[in-house]
């Protein structure tokens, strides 16, 4: 909660969701968590600031940002999803890419990026919708019957939070509906083309709608009704920003050529275009940046994505147990201050941009017996930082002028190692905000500018300018410089690690 005057941070809670992983490469997520998990939030939310003393009758409106591509089938009669979440980085769906790519002349993956900005690929929802109506019978069964509603996570809790099955709100905004495939970014509608391509009814998909504007007023919750929810009652749900989009707009780069990245369990880079699509010619997407009211001009953003940035953290608590917390692997990489060496590749969900490899697979390389854990914690952030090296060379190339500082967001950008070792590694500064949830704040921002709404001005000299901690680049450029060329060997070396034709020892296909 945050407020509109002075974008203060007034009161928050979060909760982390259980990811499960049925089969090696699937990742989902149980729709009815994500929303019971956001109902705590808000009661917790409320509590902490009848604690404080803030009257939470105070609340104006809500905004929600979400993971994009992240797709859900529900019920619109019984209101209950019809299978778990596929969240954006599961990988069950590379045989329906190539399925799909035989259909394409020349099996070009990029054949329809000038209308959706998007490769081909395993990321977007069109494939992980799919291979839900190839697999599910329940889906199927659905959707002949009218009774199917697909959607990225912000429709699911937008149609939850607005009544559900009692007349909830079926839409999406177009950030999230640009990273769907079906999108097309130009029209800003459905590409009844796209649709018959995917072979996906256009009757489940949801009413595309800006990014700021009412969409429909918060019901009295369903699952857990209490007093201090009750008096959300009422309030309207008016801003819907996809998560890297919400964070752009909260770390206020509203002027053409400015860049954020924010650092999740992914690694995402935006520099905003303007209103004006850019089509990267090296391995970038295009996507809508924000469409801030139904009458505003939509803009654009070109992006980097990195599957693998906090998850790598992740990865070495829960997979390899070298740590119990994700805080010491900081600790871990600042007693040793080098990799001495040793470059680690967390291709886990093959390679994203500047790559679109889905081939490649995880790989530590240059071990020696002096290797130790320390090492491979230093390893896994500076393969964080490499990765968005990457992806800034390729914004610089594509956008012509190279950026000065890169201003960054997310969880991880509480890791000082990590900030520092991006200067090092970008040769240029690092600027974090003191308030790192950016992705709060601009779906914040976004609900309170709505129109009906009208708390929150977005003019830029009424945003206040925020306090920030800086970063500046410690070493020789030339060091950084053969560091980054050995990275990219290592990366040479993850690629065409995996094959399609492999035999099926009880792996999906």
């Given amino acids: 909660v945050f407020n509109a005057k002075t974008a203060e ?13 049925p089969k090696e490469g699937w990742v989902e997520q149980d729709p009815k968590e994500i929303l019971k998990s956001v109902h705590e939030c808000v009661e917790r939310t409320c509590e902490k600031l009848q604690q404080l003393n803030i009257d939470i009758t105070n609340i104006k409106a809500i905004g929600v940002s979400n993971q994009r591509e992240t797709t859900v089938v529900w019920d619109k009669t019984t209101g209950e999803p019809l299978y778990n979440a596929i969240v954006w980085l599961d990988l069950r769906t590379q045989s329906t890419v190539e399925r799909l790519l035989k259909r394409i002349p020349g099996k070009n993956k990029a054949f329809f990026k000038f209308r959706t900005g998007l490769p081909l690929s395993t990321y977007f929802s069109a ?22 509603m697909f959607g990225t996570i912000d429709s699911w809790l937008i149609w939850c939070l607005t009544g559900g099955k009692n007349g909830g709100v079926h839409c999406t905004d177009v950030t999230n509906a640009s990273r769907t495939m079906l999108f097309n970014i130009h029209s800003l509608e459905w590409d009844p083309e796209l649709c018959q391509f995917f072979d996906i009814p256009m009757e489940i998909l949801p009413k595309v709608r800006s990014s700021s504007e009412i969409y429909g007023l918060m019901v009295s919750f369903l699952v857990c009704v209490c007093e201090k929810s009750g008096a959300l009652t009422g309030v309207p749900i008016s801003g819907c920003l996809g998560d ?19 650092y999740g369990t992914g690694c995402f880079l935006l520099c905003n275009t303007g209103q004006k699509s850019v089509f990267s010619e090296h391995g970038l997407l295009t996507t809508i940046a924000y469409k801030l009211g139904r009458d505003k001009p939509v803009c654009y953003a070109l992006e980097g994505s990195v599957a693998i940035a906090g998850a790598v953290v992740r990865w070495l608590r829960d997979n390899l147990g070298i740590v119990k917390t994700s805080q010491e692997v900081e600790k871990l990489a600042a007693e040793v ?14 390679l994203y941009a500047p790559y679109w490899e889905p081939s490649a697979r995880g790989i530590i390389c240059g071990l020696t017996q002096f290797t130790n854990k320390k090492h491979i914690a230093f390893a896994a952030l500076e393969a964080v930082c490499f990765q968005t090296r990457e992806i800034l060379d390729a914004i610089n190339k594509d956008c012509g002028i190279p950026l000065n500082q890169l201003q960054v967001d997310g969880g991880m950008t509480n890791n000082k190692v990590l900030m520092q070792l991006q200067s090092d590694i970008l040769c240029i500064p690092v600027v974090k905000p003191s308030m790192p949830e950016t992705t709060a704040l601009g779906a914040a921002m976004a609900a309170g500018a709505a129109e009906g709404v009208g708390i929150w001005s977005l003019n830029p000299g009424d945003l206040t300018a925020v306090t920030c901690e800086r970063f500046e680049p410690q070493i020789n450029p030339e060091e950084s410089e053969f560091r980054y060329a050995r990275w990219k060997k290592a990366v040479m070396k993850s690629m065409g690690w995996e094959t399609s034709e492999a035999p099926s020892n009880g792996k999906p296909e």
């Fill in 244 to 262: 890297q989009s919400a964070a752009l707009v909260g770390q206020m780069c509203f002027q053409d050529g400015q860049a954020k990245n924010t």
């Fill in 9 to 21: 941070l007034l009161s928050h809670h979060q909760v982390e969701i259980q990811q499960k992983f």
């Fill in 337 to 350: 201050g080098t990799s001495y060496g040793c470059y680690f590749v967390p291709a886990f969900s093959g």
């Fill in 127 to 148: 494939v992980k919708l799919r291979w839900l109506l190839d697999n599910v019978e329940e889906i199927r069964q659905a959707v002949d019957d009218g009774r199917a």
